[in-house]
């Protein structure tokens, strides 16, 4: 079997207090699964990764001096950010291109993606926020970046930014509320995206164990260049610090409705 890594482990102080996650940083395939039938040009598409969201991701890592987890592998093969039992796991269309190499596909191989690269990923991301609660004896801040389109089937986005939470506002409040102090900053509060995904990271890791989180999106052509993305690390570094020198970030707080998986 070919030697291909899932995951990506940014170095970091564990007694730091917080886990840096990014989901869909990369657009890499294993040799054996070619492009999926899909052109070249369809990596360089968010339908493959969130774009930006790898660079930034090491820019705060390093500052910041914290661990991270980077998605190795391209959300065109398996979608980290879903569920082991959510149909959209391993898409047959995404944004309008059809991706030829998911369709049809046998239950061994469903199964065997799983097995290979998203169990692999999450793993990893288990093992990173066991390690910083357990250096520390304390709840982990857990944050999660990601980034979407300028706009959506034709409809310009105006927001800079997004935070995405599902029912723990711990995190998110501050989140919001530092980013909003920058009056040239358009930030939406789980728009355009809602953040309640049964089974998505956040939820696995998080909201079923009373961890502070929250996710945030960044808009693509903000963060497409070398420029763009140490100008969003140089915004988001003080905020991320801030938040994690916040004791009340640092408790583990189930909601009353996440005791265990949703109904």
């Not at 919001?176 to 998505?200: C, F, H, I, Q, W």
């Not at 690390?233 to 004791?247: G, I, K, Y």
């Amino acid at each position: 079997m070919e030697d291909f890594q899932p995951f990506e482990i940014l170095p970091g102080k564990h007694d730091s207090g917080m886990v840096i996650l990014g989901d869909h940083a990369m657009n890499r395939l294993p040799e054996s699964y070619g492009k999926l039938g899909l052109p070249e040009t369809a990596f360089a598409r968010h339908i493959a990764y969130d774009i930006g969201i790898e660079g930034l991701v090491r820019s705060l890592s390093a500052r910041l001096g914290v661990p991270a987890v980077l998605g190795g592998f391209s959300r065109l093969l398996i979608d980290p950010n879903r569920g082991e039992d959510d149909p959209t796991l391993i898409m047959k269309i995404s944004d309008g291109a059809i991706i030829p190499g998911n369709h049809p596909i046998s239950k061994a191989e469903w199964q065997g993606r799983i097995e290979r690269f998203h169990r692999p990923y999450h793993d990893a991301v288990a093992m990173e926020i066991a390690k910083v609660a357990s250096a520390t004896g304390k709840a982990p801040l857990v944050l999660s970046l990601h980034s979407y389109t300028p706009a959506w089937k034709g409809v310009p986005r105006p927001w800079h930014a997004a935070v995405l939470w599902d029912s723990d506002h711990r995190a998110v409040g501050p989140l919001l509320d530092m980013l909003r102090r920058d009056p040239d900053l358009v930030v939406g509060d789980n728009e355009p995206y809602d953040g309640a995904l049964k089974g998505d990271t956040m939820y696995q890791h998080c909201m079923v164990t009373g961890i502070p989180h929250a996710l945030l999106e960044v808009r693509q052509d903000l963060i497409g260049d070398e420029a763009g993305i140490a100008e969003w690390a140089e915004r988001l570094a003080p905020v991320f610090a801030a938040m994690n020198a916040d004791p009340t970030l640092h408790e583990y707080k189930v909601h009353p409705s996440r005791t265990g998986p949703y109904a």
